[in-house]
């Protein structure tokens, strides 16, 4: 335990392998979301779990953090942690930037710690400094540190969205409601993913849909339009399950603020 005032969130789904691996990194309390695995959870000593009857995708997040009792609450995949002081730190950073409602770490990818091209491109980010970092507008969130009032009075994660692209539109509201995202280079998430194995087909339909559900719920016509002719490119099946939702997303229909959406476009 390097800090109290950080709680990891961890959620996951039939990687009782990964678990093993990642879970005794973690150095604040743990809280691990199982998403209904089919497999058996391995024994994990002092770490809450909490098994849901049904899988909820990211916004199995949400339920970690409302059940979390401090400040900041860092997440993790089953397969990442956070390196040591980088949670200390990051709680450090947030006490001192009451602005600042996530923290984006630095992520490591892989045994031989290869720079993750998302930390690279943050690191560049156009939209320059603010108060506790690198300004920016998006994030992995298997590497992050968030605000848990601020996190919780936007509403979490989007579980219409349920994975793949969930980040987007959460960075969106929070950065709209006044606060700040900032990628920090000192703090830093170890990634280990596995080998491809799963239905990119799927991801990638996944993917789609979510980039033009986003992009409804939130963006100018203009923008809507191009995400969805993109996507037509990528995943004609994927805009399809979308225009599915459209009512849901009409309804849910909330633009950006004007200083929101610039820089959205700058980037």
């Known amino acids: 335990m390097e800090t109290d005032a950080v709680t990891v969130v961890v959620a996951t789904r039939n990687r009782a392998d990964r678990l093993r691996e990642t879970m005794p990194r973690h150095r604040a309390r743990t809280i691990l979301v199982d998403n209904a695995s089919d497999e058996e959870l391995p024994g994990l000593p ?33 397969d990442s942690y956070w390196t040591p002081g980088s949670l200390a730190r990051a709680a450090e950073i947030m006490d001192a930037h009451p602005r600042t409602a996530l923290l984006a770490a630095r992520v490591l990818v892989g045994r031989e710690g290869r720079l993750d091209p998302v930390s690279a491109a943050m690191a560049e980010s156009p939209l320059g400094a603010n108060e506790a970092g690198r300004a920016v507008l998006g994030f ?11 996190f919780l009075a936007v509403g979490g994660f989007e579980p219409r969205l ?19 995202l900032s990628y920090v280079d000192e703090l830093v998430v170890r990634h280990l993913p596995q080998p491809a194995g799963r239905d990119t087909g ?4 996944r993917e789609t849909r979510n980039r033009v559900l986003t992009a409804l719920l939130r963006r100018p016509p203009s923008v809507v339009a191009r995400t969805m002719l993109a996507g037509v490119r990528q995943s004609p099946r994927g805009v399809a399950q979308a225009v599915g939702d459209l009512p849901w997303a009409l309804r849910r229909r909330r633009p950006l603020p004007p ?7 700058r980037l």
């Open 162 to 180: 349920f994975v793949y692209g969930e980040e987007a539109l959460l960075a969106m509201d929070l950065t709209a409601a006044g606060y700040e």
């Open 202 to 205: 799927a991801r990638a339909r």
């Open 46 to 78: 002092g770490v809450e779990v909490v098994r849901l009857d049904g899988n909820r995708g990211a916004a199995a997040r949400n339920v970690g953090v409302a059940r979390a009792r401090t400040p900041y609450v860092a997440f993790a995949d089953d």
């Open 140 to 150: 992995l969130a298997c590497s992050v540190i968030v605000r848990r009032d601020a």
């Open 259 to 265: 200083e929101v959406e610039a820089d959205l476009r």
